[in-house]
């Protein structure tokens, strides 16, 4: 008798929670994310449920999928185009597959808060991304969640340009993140993000940069003295279906999806800012201290980096940035 694998009995599991939704004649609502339970990202999926279980009286089901258990972001997001999974709480990946002429929110420095980002992505080049997002990817866009600014942490202290000037800084392999730091004297070090205590505690890296997150859960305060707010991207999630499976529900169950999405949106961006403000409590207790650097320096110095990138969108991309960070 073959061995029973635990991958065999989590596709059992989840072909067990397609076949009872038929038989009892429900929609299933599978919602797919790649973070851990906990987070903000978690209470707004449970949002979601209650509303949408609740308005349908029980015609719709969800289902929730933390920690990756169907895939990677972009597997995902190919699920979603031929519509073999419903929704997704995804990062910005299909911005830059599907509307890449529209996508400033990926260069660092360049839309200078959250409310320049939100108005962003909710104002008309937003809807360009939506259109070209479900042209190309079969996707229906609901609109992005708040996530966390993303900050620097360091061995050292760091006030300006010049303090990051050779910095061994760990990066991600985004090509117009590795071209911006580098502007500013940074030495980018792409590593895979398990092993990023490992690279701080034997020097490898000096710096890193990510959500508050990220120092707190790898207890980085064991390696690092110093977190620079540069708040230097806001990388949002985005709450996406399958346009494929959304097109064939009913008018009235497409406008509980949109409720229930617009709701927990709201609440995850709440608990989002709950959580950071306890991690920055808790990694001062732990010792590290929190540095309020010249923003307006870097920029500048960091400014022909971002004006190269924006020159690469559409220019009413590149002007609708200049305009709302000039309003925000």
């Not at 009872?20 to 339970?37: D, E, H, L, Q, Y």
């Not at 906990?38 to 707004?44: D, H, R, V």
């Not at 519509?83 to 260069?107: C, H, L, S, W």
């Not at 346009?243 to 927990?264: M, P, Y």
Request: charged letters at 25%.
């Amino acid at each position: 008798m073959k061995k029973i694998t635990m991958l065999s009995v989590f596709m059992l599991a989840i072909f067990s929670v397609f076949i009872t939704g038929a038989i009892a004649g429900n929609i299933i609502v599978n919602v797919n994310c790649t973070m851990k339970p906990g987070g903000a990202e978690e209470a707004a999926i449970n949002k979601f449920k209650e509303i949408v279980e609740s308005r349908s009286e029980g015609q719709m089901k969800v289902n929730s999928f933390m920690s990756g258990q169907l895939g990677k972001e972009n597997a995902v997001l190919e699920l979603l185009k031929i519509g073999q999974t419903q929704i997704a709480v995804t990062g910005g990946n299909f911005r830059g597959m599907y509307a890449k002429e529209y996508d400033p929110v990926t260069i660092p420095f360049a839309l200078k808060n959250w409310n320049v980002v939100q108005a962003y992505l909710e104002g008309p080049m937003g809807e360009n991304i939506k259109k070209l997002s479900a042209k190309k990817g079969g996707l229906v866009d609901f609109g992005p969640q708040k996530r966390a600014p993303r900050k620097m942490t360091s061995n050292k202290a760091i006030y300006g340009p010049d303090d990051i000037n050779g910095l061994k800084l760990r990066l991600p392999a985004v090509p117009v993140w590795v071209d911006v730091w580098k502007k500013l004297g940074a030495l980018p070090t792409v590593i895979p993000a398990p092993e990023i205590y490992l690279a701080m505690k034997t020097g490898y890296v000096e710096a890193h940069e990510n959500t508050l997150i990220s120092p707190y859960s790898r207890k980085l305060w064991e390696v690092q003295k110093y977190i620079i707010n540069t708040d230097h991207i806001y990388w949002p999630w985005h709450w996406v279906a399958s346009k494929k499976w959304f097109d064939k529900l009913s008018a009235e169950n497409q406008k509980i999806i949109q409720v229930a999405v617009d709701e927990a949106r709201v609440l995850g961006a709440k608990v989002e800012d709950e959580k950071d403000a306890f991690y920055a409590s808790e990694l001062k207790k732990k010792g590290m201290k929190f540095i309020d650097p010249d923003r307006q320096a870097i920029f500048s110095k960091v400014s022909p980096a971002i004006q190269k990138a924006l020159a690469e969108l559409a220019p009413e991309a590149a002007e609708e940035v200049k305009k709302l960070n000039a309003k925000y």
